[in-house]
């Protein structure tokens, strides 16, 4: 087992500066006019209001308090006041993790570190539908096709959570909830500009006919990515999305997406070397899910989506000396092309026999079909089919009591047959706060690519570099994990917190190797990335979750996690391609993040929001950074104000660092940024 040398840490960074903000918001808030701050903003009983329900623990809608998962709920309201382009952005709100940039047009976000820029872990969903890439193993945030805009909320599930959301919600679920288009009239338009070539636009239209709600988004945005590269980004999408009451019981949704991206990528750290090159990306779905209420007590629903993605690179290595097989020096061809497609089905049934007692069953199956010379060495169709039987359950055994439980069977054409478990245990404390204990397990199935990946580059008849070769016998990775958690809220005081204990066991990881390749003429020795089931990862970790509302004119958000990893059991007679200090330095000791939003009047509001997190390395193609180096401030100043008929929001958003900020690697220095931003809804 490798050992990390313990360090005492400072007082984190951010912890400073929110407290310098709260002297910040109390001068502010001695200026503002407290009668038309009242009128305009919550009233005391909605902001102090109930607790929070979510559905994505289980599939039921539940009291946060007495879900059986760590739930971080980002609502519309700081959504809006912090100002961001991109929603990855958003998850530094969460307790333990961490948001980088293998370049601009690739957002990473990972829980307690273990990630490289193809995140496999983590669960993405818009609206019941998953954004998982088969061929990449893992979620492109640049495919999403959604404005930020059109979002209700984001619920974020701290843990496993493979019991509910099947395999590959290893490390926990992002659950994106759109606005339904009754909820959204008349036309809204959203212009952005700065620096760096920002410039974003943003259209909405919605609209009503009979019984039936319609709405179309579109939006085209655009940046130069870093300054320090060329990686040059341009997204485009358009989606439809309708809501249609067919009778008193039945309605039918219906979502329909079109994107397109492209980016520059210069590969400047790249083994062999390339010149820079255009990326091109097209996806599309189509989502329909029809709702019965049965009766008050019943309800399903039966969802079908499908979507594609496409992605082709072409570029060629800078020129190689490849004089040895009588060709000369001459630049090498570097295609990368892979197109896939989902299919899913799914079946839900939702059971409330009385207060106490609520159950949900149902059934899915999946079917994933891939095509890519560049990953698999063949043109040939490939195929995974899973299919998913799942349940859980909530029962009030007492009126303090809360005890929930579920498990879901999954089979696999990649990894055979899994059943991942959970339950825990939610007592109701005297003052109303709550203490949870949970138990559960959780899988990740092997890719394609891993099993059997077969990565090749050729000139002429000469295989001049192979990438990946996968030699298959892959099993399911594993986690076990274990927590204790802490829910509270002073309703007096507006102030709510969280704290997680939490043990996680990972075994069987599928580990990256460097196996040795004979063929390729260029280099005898050259080897290429496989991969085994080997090794132990235990993560130990503790988090907080702070929300204070001192007044209903200021906001107070908070959240700090503390994380170490031990690794064990690697099998050394492989070549491994991360050693165990390497994959223990991945996860950072810390992290930490606060927020303050003040409203200085009814018209102006301002957002300050500071996140730091501690030494990591980025694996894959990632960097060691050091805490100097991953410190970030962001700064929003709106002023809303109104034109005859037309509602109207002015943004200033400042992106600011302190000293050198360096964003996944070491190569990747954002820069300071700005950008304002107008909104307009007619």
Do not use: C
């Amino acid at each position: 087992m490798s050992k990390r040398i313990k360090q005492h840490h400072k007082f984190p960074y951010s912890i400073k500066l929110t407290i310098f903000g709260i002297f910040f918001a109390a001068a502010a808030m001695s200026k503002a006019d407290s009668e038309e701050l009242q009128l305009s903003l919550l009233t005391e009983s909605e902001y102090l209001g109930e607790v929070p329900t979510v559905v994505t623990a289980t599939r039921m809608p539940q009291l946060q308090s007495e879900a059986p998962a760590a739930v971080t709920v980002i609502d519309a309201e700081t959504i809006k006041a912090s100002g961001v382009r991109s929603l990855a952005d958003l998850m530094l709100l969460v307790p333990g993790f961490q948001v980088g940039r293998f370049n601009s047009a690739q957002p990473v976000v990972t829980y307690h570190g273990l990630s490289d820029q193809y995140p496999r872990h983590m669960q993405i969903l818009v609206d019941g539908r998953s954004i998982y890439s088969p061929i990449f193993r893992g979620a492109f945030w640049m495919d999403l096709t959604i404005a930020i805009e059109d979002i209700e909320r984001i619920e974020v599930i701290r843990g496993p959570n493979t019991v509910t959301y099947g395999s590959n919600a290893f490390f926990g679920v992002i659950n994106i909830i759109t606005l339904h288009a009754s909820q959204q009239t008349g036309t809204y338009v959203k212009g952005v500009a700065g620096n760096n070539g920002v410039l974003d636009a943003t259209f909405r239209h919605a609209w009503r006919a009979g019984e039936h709600n319609f709405r179309v988004t579109g939006a085209f945005q655009e940046d130069d990515g870093f300054e320090s590269r060329f990686d040059d980004t341009q997204v485009k999408f358009l989606n439809f999305t309708g809501d249609m009451r067919l009778s008193a019981v039945d309605t039918l949704e219906i979502d329909i997406g079109v994107n397109e991206n492209t980016s520059i990528e210069d590969f400047r750290d790249s083994s062999v070397p390339l010149i820079p090159a255009t990326r091109e990306v097209s996806s599309h779905y189509q989502q329909l899910r029809w709702h019965r209420a049965i009766s008050l007590e019943q309800e399903f629903h039966i969802q079908f989506f499908h979507q594609y993605r496409e992605q082709a690179l072409s570029t060629v290595t800078e020129p190689i000396d490849f004089s040895f097989l009588g060709l000369g020096v001459l630049a090498a061809p570097l295609d990368e092309k892979a197109r896939e497609h989902r299919y899913d089905l799914e079946f839900q049934h939702n059971i409330q026999s009385d207060p106490g007692f609520q159950f949900v069953w149902g059934a899915g199956s999946r079917l994933d079909e891939m095509y890519s010379l560049s990953f698999f060495g063949d043109n040939r169709k490939r195929l995974n089919r899973v299919q998913r039987l799942f349940s859980s359950f909530e029962w009030h055994a007492t009126k303090k009591l809360v005890l929930n439980a579920g498990a879901i069977y999954e089979n696999s054409d990649v990894a055979g047959d899994d059943i991942s478990p959970r339950i825990a245990v939610n007592y109701h404390l005297d003052w109303g706060d709550t203490i949870r204990a949970s138990i559960s397990r959780a899988t990740r199935m092997p890719s394609l690519v891993e099993q059997e990946g077969n990565r090749q580059f050729w000139l002429q008849d000469f295989l001049y570099d192979q990438n990946i070769l996968g030699i298959g016998g892959l099993v399911t990775e594993k986690i076990a994990t274990r927590e204790i958690a802490y829910l509270g809220k002073v309703r007096d005081a507006a102030l709510s917190w969280g704290v997680r204990v939490y043990q996680d066991k990972i075994t069987d990881r599928i580990t990256e190797i460097r196996i040795p390749i004979s063929e390729p003429e260029i280099s005898p020795e050259q080897d290429a990335f496989s991969y085994v089931n080997t090794g132990e990862i235990e993560v130990f970790g503790q988090e907080l979750e702070l929300e204070y509302r001192p007044t209903n004119a200021l906001r107070f958000l908070f959240n700090y996690a503390h994380m170490k990893a031990d690794t064990s059991d690697f099998d050394l007679n492989y070549s491994l391609a991360q050693n165990q200090e390497t994959l223990e330095r991945s996860v950072p000791d810390y992290s930490s993040h606060g927020t303050m939003i003040v409203q200085f009047t009814p018209e102006w509001m301002g957002t300050l929001m500071v996140g730091q997190v501690d030494n990591m390395e980025w694996l894959g193609d990632g960097s060691y950074l050091d805490r100097g180096t991953q410190r970030r401030i962001d700064i929003n100043i709106a002023k809303e104000f109104k034109i005859r008929n037309t509602f109207s929001r002015l943004a200033l958003t400042l992106h600011l660092d302190e000293g050198v900020y360096a964003d996944f690697r070491l190569i990747n220095i954002p820069g300071r940024k700005y950008y304002l931003t107008l909104d307009m809804q007619f």
